[in-house]
């Protein structure tokens, strides 16, 4: 496993390492997006992140071209249609199944163009103002090429928005987080329907996890995550762990290029 994927991680405490039969390791993002939003609703560490973006929207000059890459169904785009609505917005998400719950959501927003690839297969330079980019850089291959090509979206200056998952996703430890809570907000009975209708959650963050320490999709320090974005040719100017630890969370702009 991995050395850094340990260094300050809640990691599991007791877990089969082989991946689940039949299954390979990684994530169903399809199986995943029709599960996915109960996430948004339901899980207040998600909300919190969604709410930093808002916010770090409003803070900055309203901009022209917008990129939301691995967008999934759209919860970040949501945000950006709402305070941006005279922005461009293009969406870069190569999974079928996430893609189209994004355009059922936000087809009443004519300024989001789709684009239905990997960031690694778009052939676009130096347009966008800011890229958002949530939890999807540990799971595209080579991170250290794919933080380039964010860098090439952008026009030097432009803002990069970050969040990526760099610790083991510690599946036992979030799902008894989220049933406190739920336990709390909906009572025992809610609690266990929302488990239920959110089984494939827990599947396919056991995928993640297999995916982690098999190597498969990236693990980082908060230091480590830092080092790679510099190369790639930003300014960090604000960096947070986030996702209760899980995570971190990188504002950037896009330095001229040498
Ligand atoms: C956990 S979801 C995050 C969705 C959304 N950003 C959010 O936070 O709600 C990760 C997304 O990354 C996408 N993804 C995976 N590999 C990618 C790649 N190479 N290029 C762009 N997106 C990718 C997946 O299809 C998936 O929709």
């Known amino acids: 496993m991995p050395s850094q994927a340990r ?127 949530v939890h999807a850089l540990y799971a595209m291959p080579r991170q250290e090429e794919r933080l380039g090509d964010l860098r090439r979206l952008l026009r030097p200056g432009g803002w990069l928005y970050l969040i990526d998952l760099g610790r083991y996703m510690n599946v036992a430890e979030w799902r008894s987080y989220l049933f406190s809570h739920l336990k709390r907000e909906h009572g025992l009975a809610g609690a266990l329907r929302i488990f239920w209708q959110g089984r494939e959650i827990g599947k396919q963050n056991k995928s993640i996890l297999h995916a982690q320490v098999s190597g498969v999709y990236w693990t980082h320090t908060e230091a480590e995550i830092a080092s790679s974005v510099t190369a790639a040719g930003f300014k960090i100017l604000r960096q947070d762990s986030v996702y209760r630890g899980y995570s971190d969370l990188l504002v950037c702009r896009a330095m001229r290029h040498a």
């Open 7 to 133: 260094a300050g991680a809640p990691a599991p405490l007791s877990f089969d390492w082989s991946a689940p039969a039949g299954q390979t390791a990684r994530a169903d993002w399809s199986a995943y997006a029709k599960a996915y939003d109960m996430l948004s609703e339901y899980n207040p560490a998600y909300q919190v992140l969604l709410q930093d973006f808002e916010t770090f929207l409003g803070t900055i000059e309203t901009p022209r071209v917008i990129y939301d890459v691995g967008g999934g169904t759209g919860n970040y785009t949501e945000v950006a249609t709402r305070v941006c609505p005279g922005s461009e917005i293009r969406v870069v998400e190569p999974d079928a199944g996430m893609m189209g719950l994004a355009q059922a959501k936000l087809s009443a927003h004519g300024n989001v163009t789709y684009f239905n690839r990997a960031l690694e297969d778009v052939d676009a330079s130096g347009t966008a103002d800011l890229v958002i980019c």
